[in-house]
């Protein structure tokens, strides 16, 4: 790759963000990596534990090499438009996460993932972006028979899922009528190293569990997820934005069924053999939560190249290696 090249990752301070530009700088796959981000979720401290990085603002972005960090909101469209100035390439990670927010305030959610994400496709089609990566989810499904593939027809069940499902339907629409090239991933329930401000399953019941806290389970545990490592999702990401395709969805996750108590009770073991012990506690389901959940991932590997190598309970294990390092750090 052309190391001339300048990427923009929007909400980059966060947990996949700092992971994929750990990754881009170990490769030197971009010259130049933008990051637009409000610290809302991720901070600049959490960028500094992988890198360096010059301070500055979305109207002098573009005037900088290197690395470079801009607080900002895609909320607001001059600044998207500002920071996409001489980028080549969008990894448009930036969002309202997570169900539960999005029922408590379904039009923060909505402002988030529908105008944030219109603020950068356009920004993006005004500057003549070439590559536009978009982090999905499953959530756009809803209440479907397992597994989930692309052709599925939507049905969300949260304003999460529907807001999600928005931004899909703005990529193709800008990728057919426009011509920026973009893909959408739909990832699985991510989980790894530098996931400590997460709230989803693995690393808030990691955290709850050796801080001595009850970790509780909405519903009866026999709940499925898909669960993907890091490393694996990375993988994707940079096959997204280095192979020659546009307007395609895919499904990024393990292909893997398991129950809210499976993944529990890994957890329970691994915490065992460090000293700790897990309390799980059960309380009633949430809204917008679906029963089940797991991918159909084979266009992904056909069309991609892309597949999953990490197995749960070797990539828990290491998250909770990490948990304990930031223990033993503090």
């Known amino acids: 790759m052309n190391k001339s090249r300048t990427i ?3 909400g980059g ?6 992971s994929l530009i750990a ?3 170990a490769k030197k796959q971009f010259n130049n990596i933008r990051i637009l981000d409000n610290f809302q979720e991720g901070t600049p401290a959490d960028l500094e534990e992988i890198t360096q990085y010059e301070i500055s603002t979305a109207e002098n972005c573009h005037m900088h090499a290197g690395i470079v960090l801009v607080e900002g909101d895609i909320r607001d469209s001059e600044t998207t438009r500002l920071c996409c100035r001489d980028v080549d390439c969008i990894v448009h990670l930036a969002a309202n996460t997570g169900v539960p927010p999005s029922v408590k305030n379904p039009r923060m959610d909505m402002e988030s993932n529908v105008i944030g994400t219109f603020n950068m496709l356009e920004a993006a089609r005004h500057n003549n972006v070439s590559k536009f990566v978009f982090a999905s989810s499953g959530a756009p499904a809803g209440t479907v028979e397992p597994p989930i593939h692309e052709e599925l027809p939507p049905h969300p069940v949260s304003p ?3 807001s ?4 899909e339907g703005y990529c193709s629409a800008y990728y057919q009528t426009f011509g920026v090239s973009t893909v959408c991933l739909r990832f699985g329930n991510v989980y790894g190293p530098r996931s400590k401000k997460k709230s989803s399953v693995v690393a808030k019941f990691i955290r709850q569990a050796l801080a001595g806290e009850a970790c509780y389970i909405y519903g009866d545990g026999s709940q499925t997820r898909d669960f993907i490592y890091i490393d694996d999702l990375i993988k994707a ?4 934005i280095t192979k020659d395709i546009g307007g395609e969805t895919f499904q990024i996750a393990s292909g893997r069924e398991r129950t809210v108590d499976e993944v529990a009770d890994v957890i329970r073991g691994i915490i065992k053999s460090h000293g700790k012990e897990i309390i799980i506690k059960y309380d009633q389901p949430r809204l917008g939560d679906v029963k089940r959940n797991f ?3 084979s266009k992904a590997k056909q069309i991609l190249g892309w597949k999953t190598s990490m197995d749960l309970e070797r990539g828990i294990a290491l998250t909770v290696d990490y ?3 930031e223990d033993r750090s503090r």
């Open 8 to 10: 923009l990752i929007t």
């Open 13 to 18: 301070c966060g947990f996949i963000g700092t």
């Open 23 to 25: 990754e881009l700088l």
């Open 160 to 162: 999460y899922g529907a």
């Open 164 to 167: 999600k499902l928005a931004g």
């Open 237 to 240: 990401i940079e096959l997204a």
């Open 295 to 297: 991918s159909d991932t």
């Open 323 to 325: 948990f304990l390092g």
